[in-house]
């Protein structure tokens, strides 16, 4: 009874351990699910308000746009009457492509002395306008130093009262205008234009200084000096702002713009920073600035602006309800529904496979031993695979060697009887049979022609050179290439006498060989170097190349064998192998032999060097 009730309370308490641990699961996964759908939503939005702003962006250098070329208008003459800036303004279709634009306006510059010949000017343009004699003036009364007075005004008002207006009356959007002339930039004020704004519908203005024609603008004085005026726009920002939110598809979010730049305080000549709202999309004349959206059930994000210089920023608020669809707002329950179960399926699971963790364990460890023994056979196949292949490496070089000393030997000599033969019948019948002597000179001929190919099969077997020590071999392994492929290949040799076993000198012979030929048939090269060293008992044999290089996966490519040959012949010798294309290009294959190690483990006896005769 006893161990019954031990086990009965074993397994009440595992139950209870599972559904405390499937709830903490099931809760987690809910608070999971509800951040990640919310950073989801508050991602979308900031991604299209980035994108609202974008298009604010783009209006403004629009508009910009529009001012510059409506300056170089004015400043590609000496003088524009109001005719051509009328028809010019007119063809631009405004309200059409511009239809934030109020009016588009020209500004003349001038001292005291000119302000006669000014009013004159004026007065003639405004009794054109409205049909009847008209008298221009410059306004406000008073005498200063300087005039910015308005000369042309686009679209034409219905009454005067904007002409001759002095904008530099004010000293704050005087000392903005004088900045724009010496710096030849276009600016803005940031000073809302107060004959057209009103609450929550701001109107500003943006201008352009405008220099004599043709007029070198280099230097501060000369741009003082060639000053005429400034052109500028006066534009409503709701009207610029308008649709910008409708290509949201958010329902319900704010933009506020705010100016944070210096601004003209009550007194027109002191600077305030303190930003200052411009735009609220949820503002209306009588509550033009409510409150911001904020709170944990909102998203909020600011953004900058650069309006010709004047920073800005634009808030965009939304409620995150907005954002949520109804998947969303089910998702946190069903995850935590889905957590829970699940954990209980799974602890029951792993409660399950508990039990049986000693059986895994024990045959783990049985296929881990026969894995391991598995291993050990495999390795040691390996080993005597690699031990069959010097084998055959080695019985391969012998009997191309005693081939090409067959050739040599018996081909050869019957070769250069017979040319001895030839040539004597050529030069009995040189003098009486002229035909016969021609037939004896082409056989003489075809007979060196075999010769030179029976000497390059024996080159190809086996190249006598090699018995005159690795560097000569690699020398005129050299000379071959080049002169075979026309491709320029230098070679750097140390000199030094080279002690190696013939097998040894073999293998690094037919890897140049292999690396040469490589280069040939995949390199594209027109410039190859080999390097043949020996360096703290180590021969090293570099070769590289200004080719393609070694593509990817060119090495594993199936049906290639090369460079695979390569690196066995190295590992067998029990040297170093790296195949890496060059910093600059190209392939590089670097070869590294112990060459004591070689000399200790010659296995095959070797057999006297062929003879070198004349001929063959």
């Known amino acids: 009874m006893k161990v019954l009730g031990d086990r009965f309370s074993g397994i009440k308490f595992s139950f209870w351990s599972g559904i405390l641990l499937s709830s903490l699961i099931g809760g987690l996964l809910y608070e999971v699910t509800q951040r990640s759908i919310e950073s989801d939503a508050e991602e979308r939005f900031a991604n299209h308000a980035r994108q609202a702003q974008n298009i604010i962006n783009v209006r403004i250098k629009s508009y910009s746009d529009l001012l510059r070329n409506a300056g170089s208008m004015l400043g590609s003459a000496d003088q524009v009457d109001y005719r051509q800036f009328h028809d010019y303004v007119q063809r631009l279709h405004l309200d059409r492509h ?4 109020e009016t588009l306006n020209y500004g003349v510059y001038l001292d005291e002395a000119q302000r006669p010949a000014f009013e004159a000017r004026l007065t003639k343009v405004m009794t054109d306008l409205m049909g009847r004699p008209m008298r221009g003036v410059v306004k406000p009364p008073g005498i200063r130093e300087h005039y910015l007075a308005t000369l042309f005004i686009e679209p034409v008002p219905r009454t005067t009262e904007h002409y001759g207006i002095d904008l530099m009356a004010n000293q704050w959007v005087a000392g903005q205008i004088l900045a724009s002339r010496d ?3 276009m600016q803005a004020s940031g000073t809302p234009i107060a004959a057209l ?3 929550n519908n701001i109107f500003l203005g943006i201008r352009m200084p405008i ?3 043709g007029a070198p603008l280099d230097t501060l004085e000369q ?3 060639f000053y005429q005026g400034s052109i500028g726009i006066a534009f409503s920002l709701p009207r610029l702002l308008h649709g910008v939110l409708d290509e949201t598809p958010i329902p319900g979010v704010r933009m506020t713009l705010f100016d944070t730049g210096p601004r003209a305080d009550a007194t027109q000549d002191a600077a305030r920073f303190s930003p200052r709202i411009l735009f609220d999309s949820k503002g209306t004349h009588a509550n033009p600035s ?6 944990d059930d909102a998203f909020s994000i600011t953004l900058p602006l650069d309006f010709i210089g004047r920073p800005w920023k634009t808030t965009y608020s939304v409620r995150k309800s907005a954002l949520y669809s109804g998947l969303d707002t089910y998702s946190p329950k069903f995850m935590m529904g889905f957590g829970f179960i699940g954990s209980v399926l799974l602890y029951a699971l792993l409660y399950t496979l508990a039990s049986s963790r000693r059986a895994a364990l024990s045959i783990a460890k049985e296929m881990t031993r026969e894995l391991r023994e598995s291993q050990h056979k495999l390795q040691l196949s390996h080993q005597r695979l690699r031990r069959l292949a010097d084998h055959a490496y080695q019985i391969k070089e012998l009997e191309r060697k005693r081939i090409a000393r067959e050739i040599h030997d018996d081909l050869g000599q019957n070769l250069l009887a017979l040319r001895i033969e030839a040539e004597m019948l050529a030069e009995r019948t040189r003098a009486n049979h002229p035909h016969l002597h021609k037939r004896a000179h082409t056989t003489v001929q075809q007979i060196d022609t075999t010769i030179k190919s029976v000497r390059q099969i024996i080159n190809d077997l086996r190249p006598t050179v090699l018995d005159l020590g690795l ?4 020398e005129w392994q050299v000379n071959q290439f080049q002169r075979r492929t026309d491709i320029a290949c230098t070679l750097r040799d140390d000199h030094k006498e080279i002690a190696l076993s013939d097998h040894c000198a073999t293998a690094v012979f037919r890897i140049l060989q292999e690396s040469l030929t490589n280069i040939v048939r995949h390199a594209h090269a027109t410039e190859a170097a080999v390097e043949l060293e020996v360096k703290n008992g180590l021969l090293t044999l570099k070769i590289s190349d200004n080719g393609c290089g070694l593509p990817p996966g060119g090495r594993n490519k199936h049906g290639s064998f090369g460079l695979v040959g ?7 010798l029990g040297g170093s192998c790296a195949i890496y294309s060059g910093a600059e290009g190209g392939t590089v294959v670097r070869v590294s032999v112990p060459i004591n190690h070689v000399q200790d483990t010659a296995a095959v006896p070797q057999e006297a060097p062929l003879p070198s005769p004349a001929i063959v």
């Open 183 to 185: 710096s030849g930039r």
């Open 223 to 225: 741009r003082r000096e």
């Open 290 to 295: 409510p409150p911001l959206d904020t709170g």
């Open 211 to 213: 220099y004599r024609h």
């Open 197 to 199: 704004s009103g609450p």
């Open 98 to 101: 511009y239809p934030a634009v």
């Open 471 to 474: 560097s000569a071999a690699v």
């Open 566 to 572: 390569i690196e066995e012949r190295v590992h067998i």
